[in-house]
């Protein structure tokens, strides 16, 4: 008569409406979580933009006046071929002979080379520097000990 439905899995409905609540919070915290995780990800895009927006010197550029640089020609590449290996043999070997044939060059080799060297060189900033002779750490440890117990006999 009043016989109720039996259920093989033995839940009740009020357990499957309970569950199906709940997969549809978990389903919620889901979609929830990601949007704030997007939502970071956003405001970290954001964060970066302005920051690269803080660096933009175009605007900068655009009110000061251009500057006209003198183009300097390239170098070409110098490809060192059998005739222009021969044209630089000969060329040195003619400098050489201009060198060798100078009278103050063969009076004082080496000191022309040095004036030469002065004249076409760079200048060099580098200082050099004389090291202070330090005594040893050996003899300042000596020094050290008798004022110690000097000090202490005081």
């Known amino acids: 008569m009043g016989k109720t439905s039996t259920r093989l899995d033995g839940e009740t409905r009020a357990d499957k409406k309970f569950e199906k ?91 022309s080379i040095y004036q030469h060297l002065l004249a076409t060189q760079p200048p060099s900033d580098v200082k050099t520097k004389r090291r202070v002779v330090t005594k040893s750490k050996s003899s300042k440890t000596k020094k050290k000990k008798p004022q110690q117990q000097q000090a202490m006999e005081i």
């Open 21 to 111: 609540k709940m997969q549809f919070y978990e389903l919620v915290r889901n979609t929830v979580s990601q949007k704030t995780i997007s939502k970071e990800k956003q405001k970290r895009k954001r964060s970066r933009q302005r920051k690269l927006k803080a660096f933009d010197m175009t605007t900068l550029s655009e009110h000061l006046p251009e500057l006209k640089l003198p183009k300097e020609p390239k170098k070409a590449v110098f490809k060192l071929t059998n005739k222009n290996r021969i044209q630089l043999v000969l060329k040195e070997s003619n400098q050489l002979e201009k060198v060798i044939k100078d009278p103050v060059f063969q009076t004082d080799p080496l000191g």
